[in-house]
């Protein structure tokens, strides 16, 4: 059984960075790919990146590239969310979900929540002016 435990959030102030981790194990497939979220109060839940296994190709949407930076560690089979200049718009629930279907793609695609097979508990981003 696939599984993902996200850490690494918590309080920092605005200008300030955090790096979040996503701990995956159980894949069976060669493929997959892992994708951060995040959903503020009242907000829908929206995608921000994804880096694919195979090849690690990332994908970052328009309004977050530059600021933010994925990447994956194979021997700790973790991938993490660097996120600089903060402010307290990016106060959210930040969640790594996994699609591990077959021939998924890192790509604009996967931003959309509801395609991903797995998701983790989320952990919680608060940034205070």
């Known amino acids: 059984e696939v ?12 200008g300030g ?18 994708v951060w979220f995040r959903q503020a109060p009242g907000k ?14 990332t994908y970052y949407v328009d309004s977050e590239k530059g600021r933010l ?6 021997t700790e089979n973790t991938v993490y969310l660097q996120m600089n200049s903060l402010t307290p718009e990016d106060t959210a629930v930040y969640y790594c979900a ?5 021939g998924t793609t890192c ?10 097979d797995y998701w983790g508990q989320g952990t919680q981003v608060t940034v205070s002016s």
Do not use: K
């Not at 790096?19 to 069976?28: E, K, M």
């Not at 996994?98 to 077959?102: C, E, G, R, T």
């Open 69 to 74: 930076t994925i990447s994956r560690d194979n």
């Open 107 to 116: 790509d604009a695609g996967a931003m959309a929540p509801g395609i991903q």
């Open 17 to 34: 960075s955090l790096r979040l981790s996503c701990a995956a194990s159980g894949f069976t497939r060669p493929d997959y790919v892992i």
């Open 98 to 102: 996994a699609d591990v279907n077959w």
């Open 44 to 57: 829908e839940r929206e995608g921000l990146s994804c880096i694919r296994h195979s090849d690690s190709s």
């Open 3 to 14: 599984q993902l435990v996200e850490s690494g959030g918590g309080l920092v102030q605005a």
